[in-house]
């Protein structure tokens, strides 16, 4: 791979690749490539949007979010405009959908198994096809530096910005964060993640409705909730001795709460069913 060609501006980073067959000679140095023609393959904007350009009419488009100093959620989609037929085009997207994620799967090992963690300048060796990374990491470093040194009341980077506001949003105040904090300091006997969900549930009553964000992580957690109970299930067998020991007074509660949480669950859905209907009733009258 020659190069490659990239540039920085205005907060974007332009990639241009150049690859051809391996004949026993060096690489062409980043600063030795002549500037390419045609739209860029890789356009990453800061802080948090790429675009790897396949070509003139398919592209893919990513988006991160933090959601804490460890993990990121990553939004990516595929976008096509050379099958015009519909079914066409989103049978196309749903495959390139499964080499997406196949490739996605490859780069979470990759980061999860680095060292260091948090990369930076200082973190490694770079060799020339790394330039696209360095300048990354360069522009990055800059940007919190910048913010740093602006100080209180002054104005905010909006980079940098935006990249607090992500965190800030996603991890410092849910319901379950602000439980935690009540349970904590109120040494309530009840846990935190319960709570939670009830300042939740007070916060859509009084909203009056579901939020479309809300929404679309209450699908996907019940989408996939049974895989949630496989880390809680393989740590309950760490403690099998225990388990044996209470196993009359665990088998007694698991009968119990079953039959409970099943002639709750009735309830409020005759108790919904019902009211669904009357609010249906007065809209039509």
Not at 89 to 98: E, T, V
């Amino acid at each position: 791979m020659n190069g490659p060609y990239t540039t920085l501006e205005n907060n974007e980073i332009r990639v241009w690749l150049s690859n051809q067959p391996d004949e026993g000679l060096p690489a062409i140095k980043p600063t030795e490539v002549p500037p390419p023609k045609g739209p860029a393959m890789l356009w990453m904007n800061f802080p948090n949007l790429w675009m790897l350009n396949i070509g003139e009419d398919m592209r893919n488009v990513l988006v991160s979010a933090p959601i804490d100093e460890e993990n990121t959620m990553l939004y990516l989609r595929v976008c096509q405009g050379f099958l015009k037929l519909p079914f066409l085009g989103q049978g196309l997207a749903k495959i390139s959908n499964l080499f997406n994620l196949f490739s996605l799967r490859e780069d979470e090992y990759i980061i999860s198994t680095q060292v260091p963690k948090h990369g930076d300048l200082n973190a490694g060796h770079f060799i020339p096809g790394d330039r696209p990374i360095a300048l990354y990491l360069q522009h990055r470093q800059e940007l919190i530096e910048a913010e740093a040194g602006q100080g209180r009341g002054c104005k905010r980077n909006p980079q940098v910005w935006l990249i607090e506001l992500s965190t800030y949003s996603r991890s410092c105040w849910p319901a379950n964060w602000r439980a935690k904090v009540i349970t904590r300091f109120l040494r309530l006997p009840v846990p935190g993640p319960v709570l939670g969900m009830v300042i939740l549930f007070c916060g859509l009553v009084v909203r009056g409705y579901v939020p479309d964000d809300v929404s679309g992580v209450a699908d996907g957690l019940l989408g996939n909730l049974s895989l949630l109970f496989v880390p809680a299930g393989v740590g309950v067998m760490l403690h099998a001795k225990l388990l044996a020991d209470n196993l009359l007074a665990l088998s007694v509660a698991l009968i119990v709460s079953a039959v409970v949480t099943i002639a709750v669950t009735g309830l409020v859905m005759v108790w919904m069913t019902r009211l669904t209907q009357r609010l249906h009733e007065k809209t039509e009258a």
